[in-house]
């Protein structure tokens, strides 16, 4: 049966598939089994949706750590010398079994962190496309030749051995299986710690992993708060990480590992990224960038959402105007229905962060355009009223700072030069958009903006094998492309005495 549109699943289909999942007693994945936490501690974890208490998982502690490092790393050098197209095999049958098992996935992380399970599919194929990307890029692990002299010299790749992979609580299920991809292919075990408020689906891929990889090669260990991801950023037998999450939490992972070794930490962290619209760009094409840009999906919990409308004055009355209907004819339903467009905060935490900063704006002269707090007239959720905040003075704290919810800070200008100013005035630098008919001012200003990742008449598509990858505040290395399966490598150097 599927849904009055014929999407998919009816919402009651989700409900009762969900019901089934739910039923379970969750374990972590260690050295190739399911079990609990040494200790024997669990933790809940709600339904932003309900409210409610949807699963009880082991809380893990610095004993499973130690016990999933020891398992990676007694395997990882059997993992490691096998044929890298031998590696990518087992990488593609992952892949397979996963989307065996696609809806219940989508409807796991749409219980589990309120998105709507209709885009939690399309997560599930994401992360399907980034695991068979990196299976298919197993041969180009490879090294050069150099002439340096008329003896041989090359280069070859070996992996780290095991990494550390931490990841933030949006995206849960597309973040834990292709975070996975590039560091496996490349030849290391894996230790994976998901958010906290969103660990279930991890969990499950766990344990399809383990009908399927070698056991060690990848490990799921939960916890509640640090004591797990800091066990395993401070680990010895740990040199690389990497890690996608929040800015403070990037720079405390930097500090700890920097006091236990010198590491190799990756860092994908947090934006606050620009639309800049110039007069000449048509006004209902900066609205609909923007909405999505926004990912409003996820109620704008996604690093490269576009949480800055720069808009020149000419067009700033136009693009809002447009703006309204496009936010306000959204319903706010279940996630588990197949008629949902935009998911609940995660948690009570970042609902009462983002009123605070929408509160906070309001008080220092921002005006409502449409928002502006907790949606109207819904029954239940977490959900929070797509907000585009105009008047924002472009230093105030919702124009320079992450907030990580459906909020949008409009800054007006006239003048170029005085955008990419703004633009770059915030200490991130992870996404820019612009939007323009004139193409060379399209590509002087994009080169001039201080970020990893520009659209241009556009705003928010990933491209598997274009780099992702913030500037400044916002990161360190690139994501999603082969420079990816290649920062989970380290190069060697052979010189060979022919004379
Ligand atoms: P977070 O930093 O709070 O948590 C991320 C992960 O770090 C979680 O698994 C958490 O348990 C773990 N963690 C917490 N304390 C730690 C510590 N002391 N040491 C090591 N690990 C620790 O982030 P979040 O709230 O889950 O996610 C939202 C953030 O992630 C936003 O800032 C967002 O922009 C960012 N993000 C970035 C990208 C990107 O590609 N650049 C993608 C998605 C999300």
Redesign the pocket.
């Known amino acids: 049966m599927t849904s009055a549109t014929g999407a998919g699943p009816t919402r009651a289909e989700n409900e009762r598939r969900v019901a089934r999942l739910l039923d379970t007693e969750w374990g972590m994945l260690i050295n190739g089994q399911l079990c609990q936490a040494a200790s024997g501690r669990t933790f809940d974890v709600l339904n932003p949706f309900t409210e409610a208490r949807i699963a009880t998982v082991p809380d893990g502690s610095t004993q499973d750590v130690e016990r999933a490092v020891s398992a990676a790393h007694e395997v990882s050098d059997a993992w490691g010398r096998r044929a890298a197209t031998s590696r990518a095999s087992l990488v593609y049958a992952l892949a397979d079994a996963i989307e065996d098992m696609a809806e219940d996935f989508a409807v796991l992380d749409a219980v589990d962190g309120g998105a709507p399970v209709n885009v939690m599919r399309n997560d599930v194929e994401m992360a399907l496309d980034s695991l068979r990307y990196f299976a298919g890029l197993a041969r180009e692990i490879k090294g050069y030749t150099v002439p340096a002299s008329t003896d041989l010299h090359f280069t070859e790749r070996q992996p780290y051995g095991v990494v550390g992979k ?6 849960p299920f597309m973040f834990a299986a292709s975070k996975i991809a590039a560091p496996l292919v490349a030849g290391n075990a894996v230790v994976l ?4 408020v969103t660990p279930l689906s991890a969990l499950l891929l766990g344990k399809l992993a383990s009908t399927i990889l070698p056991a060690g090669v990848l490990s799921v260990v939960a916890g509640n708060g ?1 004591t797990v ?2 066990a395993i ?1 401070r680990h010895p037998r740990v040199p690389r990480i990497g ?7 990037g720079r ?2 930097q500090r ?1 590992a920097a006091e236990v070794a010198v590491k190799n930490v990756s860092l ?4 606050k990224n620009a639309l800049i619209a110039f007069p000449d760009a048509d006004p209902r094409a900066v609205a609909h960038g923007v909405v999505q840009g926004m990912n409003f999906t996820w109620s704008g919990q ?2 490269g959402s576009t949480s800055r409308l720069l808009v020149h004055d000419a067009i700033a009355e136009e693009v809002l105007a447009n703006v309204t209907p496009l936010v306000e004819s959204r319903q706010l339903i279940s996630p588990l229905d197949p008629g949902a467009v935009q998911g609940t905060m995660v948690n009570r935490r970042q609902f009462d962060k983002v009123i605070g900063y929408i509160d906070g704006a309001v008080e220092q002269g921002a005006v409502v355009v449409t928002g502006g707090g907790r949606a109207a007239g819904v029954e239940q959720g977490l959900f929070i009223a797509p907000t585009f905040l105009d008047n924002v003075a472009p230093d105030s704290p919702v124009a320079m700072e ?1 907030i ?1 919810g459906p909020v949008v800070s409009v800054i007006r200008w006239s003048d170029e030069e005085e955008a990419i100013r703004i633009a770059n005035s915030v200490s991130y630098g ?1 996404t820019a958009s612009v939007y323009t008919n004139d193409i060379t001012r399209a590509h002087r200003v994009a080169r001039r903006l201080e970020t990893g990742f520009v659209w241009i008449n556009g705003a928010g598509p990933h491209f598997l094998g274009l780099p ?1 990858g ?1 500037w400044k505040n ?2 360190v290395g690139v994501e999603e492309g082969l420079d990816e399966l290649l920062s989970y490598t380290r190069s060697k150097s052979v010189s060979v005495m022919l004379s």
Request: net charge negative; aromatic share 10%; charged share 15%.
């Open positions: 931490i990841i933030p609580f949006n995206h710690k998901p958010a906290e640090p991801p800091d950023v890690f996608t999450g929040s800015e403070a939490t405390s992972i700890a994908e962290l947090g934006g996604s690093c992450e990580f992870l992702y913030g916002s990161g």
